[in-house]
């Protein structure tokens, strides 16, 4: 068998066990495959990087809390800062201000 086909087996009892959530032994009567292969084929997975493993730890009330609190801080200060570009705009006389109205 070659390495891409190999893969490809790894591959797909990696996805019948992950995704699809059948047993190891189910797994291996399907594919004509002893359980002890299939065991090896998902140990083997691992190390393939075809199948990755990561762990989310839950918020604890105060983390979502804090998180909550800094988005709402970044949007205040977004919006306070537009609100200080538009106040800070110069101030021509009002002469000034009829004349750039005219030429447009």
Known sequence: MTR?????????VAQMYHLE???QAEIA???RLSQA???????RAESEDIVRTSVTPPLAP?????????????C???SSLSVRKIGTA???PVSERQRLISWR
């Open 76 to 78: 205040r200060r977004r």
């Open 90 to 92: 110069p101030s021509w």
């Open 21 to 23: 959530g059948r047993r």
């Open 29 to 31: 009567q399907h594919l």
């Open 4 to 12: 891409l086909n190999e893969l490809r087996l790894i591959s797909r």
């Open 62 to 74: 105060t983390a979502s809390l804090r998180a909550r609190f800094a988005r709402n801080m970044i």
């Open 37 to 43: 292969t299939v065991s090896r084929m998902l140990k």
